[in-house]
């Protein structure tokens, strides 16, 4: 799952496991910076102990 600075408004990411849904209402104030410059790295989005992944 990419960082929190790449996740856009209206994209919608699941846990393969159990089904749970999440998705971005609101875009982080550090979207579209390189990861390396991002001040909330590192940024994981983990469920079941997995990461969640983006939906088509």
């Known amino acids: ?6 996740l856009k408004m209206g994209d ?3 846990c ?3 089904g749970l849904e999440l998705k971005v209402v609101k875009e ?3 979207v ?3 990861p390396e410059e ?3 790295e590192p940024c994981t989005f983990v ?3 997995e990461e969640l992944k ?3």
Request: aromatic letters at 4%; one cysteine or more.
């Open 28 to 30: 982080c104030r550090e």
């Open 1 to 6: 799952m990419p960082g929190c600075h790449e």
């Open 32 to 34: 579209g910076t390189p």
């Open 38 to 40: 991002c001040e909330c």
């Open 47 to 49: 469920c079941c102990g």
């Open 16 to 18: 393969e496991d159990c």
């Open 12 to 14: 919608v990411y699941a």
């Open 54 to 56: 983006k939906k088509s």
